[in-house]
């Protein structure tokens, strides 16, 4: 594979800046992911999980410098076999290159070639853990962080909504640990069946600008999803 990916410029911050100001860079720039670096040196990166879990600990006066940061993962090239080849070995959703930019997740995926990917969403698709619509947002983040993912399907018997790490820390302001999910929960869901084609799905979830879309079951409050960290999964295999 000679595909390269640009990804975008690094935002970052001062070590010295508080949590609360990261969130709100997250949300102004919409991005999940800050480097923090003092001068020319980065100290580490403030991710959408040290997000959910300050705001769960109610930690958001807290300086970066006292966190601990997500460990810099780095490229010598960009292109994308060595990049989902970090990923993996790294278990990172994102890599750093040449301390300029940063290459996430939706990145490889937009960039990946699907023409040749064959067989059904069924395939890779994994049965979700969900959540009701009156789950607390702190059972939503312990959730998360226990289970290492970032999607939440809101389930009533049929699916209604999904919650994201991401519209978690967007809301800090605006919410507490005690509020409902169902008061954030995104209701326009992207969705396919079970027997959807692949390359449907995933330029369902490209077109969309999503980075996960459920899989629609028979089963009462069963779904299953699909992440971009399966399809960089699906690729890495594509690559070996």
Request: glycine residues 4%.
């Amino acid at each position: 594979m000679s595909v390269q990916i640009n990804g975008a410029e690094i935002i970052s911050l001062d070590p010295n800046a508080y949590v609360t100001d990261a969130l709100f860079f997250m949300r102004r720039n919409n991005v999940r992911r800050l480097v923090v670096s003092n001068s020319s040196n980065i100290i580490g990166v403030f991710t959408i999980e040290n997000a959910i879990r300050q705001i769960l600990e109610n930690r958001l006066e807290v300086r970066l410098n006292e966190l601990k940061l997500r460990r810099p993962v780095y490229v010598e090239d960009n292109y994308i076999k060595s990049i989902v080849g970090t990923m993996i070995g790294e278990s990172s959703d994102f890599v750093l290159y040449r301390g300029k930019y940063i290459i996430t997740e939706k990145d490889v995926v937009r960039s990946f070639n699907w023409s040749s990917v064959k067989g059904s969403v069924e395939g890779i698709s994994k049965d979700a853990i969900v959540v009701q619509p009156f789950t607390k947002i702190s059972t939503c983040i312990e959730t998360m962080l226990k289970n290492n993912i970032r999607h939440l399907p809101i389930v009533n018997g049929i699916a209604l909504g999904i919650v994201s790490a991401r519209d978690i820390a967007y809301s800090y302001d605006s919410v507490t640990g005690n509020t409902i999910v169902e008061k954030i929960m995104n209701v326009n869901l992207v969705t396919a069946d079970d027997n959807s084609e692949l390359s449907y799905a995933i330029n369902l979830m490209i077109g969309r600008n999503v980075g996960s879309l459920i899989v629609k079951t028979r089963v009462k409050n069963k779904v299953k999803i699909l992440t971009n960290r399966d399809l960089i999964k699906l690729i890495f295999s594509y690559i070996l």
